[in-house]
């Protein structure tokens, strides 16, 4: 089955800067490539998501990329703000199946 | 975007119980359902994944006589943690998903505490 993978586990920045987080995935049949956000004790917010046939989405400071080759897919945000820290989950779908890496916390400090 | 829904969002109970947790989708028909266990500090942890009106697949490792998924209509799913032991002390959650949109749809949770 699908195996994902998610660097680095924690995450600390200085408001203003970029965060990046990075995922790959195993199974080349996965074509859905969500990300969650997940405050303490809620449930993951979908922030961003890219499909198996786009390269790049961005959605304001957010963006994601996507190698289809390399299997790897990354979050980016820019102008971290203090809001912005949570836990960050990557994930790779094939037809039902979601499977998760396994979390950044990223913390910003103001 | 769609709301799922889910009740309780906390129950304490004794060691030897059941529990039941119910899941519901409440403006889109969920065709798909998948409950998770979240750990503390943990990823999600896909536990099963339900159609409607048929058997819940289990992920390996996951015990289907002790977690019964129960997808009954296509607005509710239900997990019963039968036989609570402690160590099934967790935060459950909740996803459901419609044919048309690639999105899945998170429950609120329930944490379970098995004292």
């Known amino acids: 089955g699908e195996n994902v993978e998610q660097h680095p586990s924690t995450l600390s920045v200085q408001e203003g800067d970029s965060a990046v987080i990075k995922c790959t995935y195993s199974d080349s049949a996965s074509n859905y490539f969500p990300w969650y956000k997940q405050e303490l004790g809620k449930r993951p917010q979908l922030i961003i998501d890219?499909?198996?046939?786009?390269g790049e989405k961005k959605d304001q400071r957010i963006a994601v990329t996507l190698n289809k080759t390399a299997k790897h897919f990354s979050l980016h945000i820019t102008e971290t703000q203090p809001e912005d820290s949570a836990v960050y989950f990557c994930a790779a779908r094939v037809t039902y199946d979601m499977r998760f890496g396994a979390g950044t916390r990223l913390t910003v400090k103001p | 975007g769609a709301v799922v829904s889910q009740h309780p969002s906390w129950v304490i109970c004794k060691s030897g119980t059941s529990v039941k947790i119910e899941c519901r989708s409440l403006?889109?028909?969920?065709?798909?359902m998948f409950w998770y266990r979240q750990f503390p500090k943990q990823s999600l942890m896909l536990m099963a994944t339900s159609n409607e009106g048929s058997k819940a697949t289990y992920e390996q490792g996951v015990e289907k006589d002790k977690f019964l998924i129960n997808h009954a209509s296509l607005t509710l799913s239900t997990l019963t943690v039968t036989s609570a032991h402690p160590e099934d002390s967790s935060f459950y959650i909740c996803?459901?998903?419609?044919?048309?949109?690639?999105?899945?749809?998170f429950g609120p949770g329930t944490r379970l505490t098995v004292l």
């Open positions: 890219i499909r198996s046939n786009v």
């Open positions: 996803s459901a998903r419609d044919r048309n949109y690639n999105e899945q749809f």
């Open positions: 403006d889109f028909q969920a065709t798909t």
